[in-house]
């Protein structure tokens, strides 16, 4: 999955304007964690997220990606007539049926000659997304492709704190469900167009990706809530992202102290440093959002590149890589050149 024609012509993300704190949850489980002697603050503590944002009111992930998505088409400075494939990357979504990438499709109002689906795929959907779209381009079947996501994790909240809060939850219920309370909402959008119709725009190189899907077991979620062995999760993520490196480094040529950004999924203080670690990244190198926005899923890798644009933190030239992992497992690595 190298590509030699495609560009990164927009890129918007929006954050949910909400703020819950880790200790405002605390307090609402403090009944359950006294219960159960549970006195460490595992959210703040251990995972590092003092808060993460949710929307106002009801937002459905369609709403939020058709956000970004005008957001997007905006920075790229294209009328929605030009896009050739929506691809949506939500993990969230309205109903199984419709696609919500028709949905956004239809608020965009894009042509009839626009191809529109969903990709499923945890975490790692955006990337999928780009790469699916990145082919199309290559080939000269489309000159402009738009990949959204949006995330909501409002009714997760509800329903997995309804349920900590039961006088029989045990240990073991409490500490399957604890990885909920990480999620974060918020929204990404990113438009793909073919080289020479963004010239000096950034230039998705593409990448590679690996699984090991024998550990699909390790974390299950329905929008409602999700079960998580935080700890095996952990360690065989970090296996299959040790294994993608390296094939990265030969793929793509990859030394870590040659690139200059890495933009990391967003999961929790503890893999962050896991993962850095393993790979040799220097950690000045990785911004980290999970702090104040928790783990929004698929948007956080193109939130973060985002970020870092808005804070001049890309200048012209500079190599970025995409590390992105998602329950399964798969894992796919990209480079973005500035």
């Known amino acids: 999955m190298l590509f030699q024609r495609v560009a990164i012509a927009g890129l918007a993300h929006i954050d949910a304007p909400r703020r819950l704190s880790s200790d405002e949850i605390n307090l609402r489980l403090k009944p359950t964690l006294d219960r159960l002697g549970i006195k460490i603050d595992v959210l ?45 990357t939500s993990v969230s979504r309205d109903y199984l049926e419709p696609s919500t990438a028709s949905i956004v499709s239809g608020n965009l109002g894009l042509p009839d000659t626009c191809q529109n ?50 006088d029989d939850v ?44 024998e550990w699909n077991k390790l974390c299950r979620g329905n929008l409602d809530g999700m079960i998580t062995d935080t700890r ?10 040790t294994k993608t490196f390296d094939v990265a480094k030969q793929k793509l040529g990859w030394v870590a102290s040659e690139l200059d950004e890495y933009v990391i999924h967003q999961v929790s203080k503890v893999h962050t440093a896991a993962f850095t670690k393993a790979m040799g990244i220097d950690p000045k190198k990785v911004m980290t959002i999970f702090g104040e926005h928790g783990n929004i899923g698929p948007a956080s890798v193109p939130i973060v590149l985002s970020k870092l644009r808005e804070m001049g933190r890309l200048k012209k030239g500079s190599r970025i890589a995409l590390l992105g992992i998602g329950s399964g497992l798969n894992c796919s690595m990209a480079e973005v050149e500035w």
Not at 133 to 153: C, K, N
Not at 232 to 241: C, T, W
Request: proline share 2%.
């Open 44 to 88: 703040g503590d251990i995972a590092g997220i003092h808060a993460r944002r949710l929307w106002d009111g009801e937002v459905l992930a369609s709403d939020a990606a058709t956000l970004a998505g005008v957001k997007a088409l905006g920075d790229a400075g294209i009328d929605p007539d030009k896009v050739g494939l929506l691809v949506n």
């Open 117 to 166: 689906f969903d990709v499923a795929n945890a975490c790692l959907a955006f990337i999928n997304g780009m790469d699916i779209a990145s082919r199309m381009i290559e080939r000269g079947e489309i000159d402009y492709a738009l990949i959204v996501d949006g995330e909501t994790a409002n009714l997760a909240y509800e329903k997995t704190l309804e349920r900590m809060m039961r």
């Open 232 to 241: 095996m999760l952990l360690i065989e993520g970090v296996k299959l992202a």
């Open 170 to 213: 045990t240990e073991d219920d409490f500490r399957n469900e604890l990885a909920t309370l990480t999620l974060g909402s918020g929204a990404a959008a990113m438009v793909l167009a073919r080289a020479e119709l963004a010239p000096g725009a950034p230039r998705y190189k593409g990448g590679v990706t690996r699984a090991a899907t």
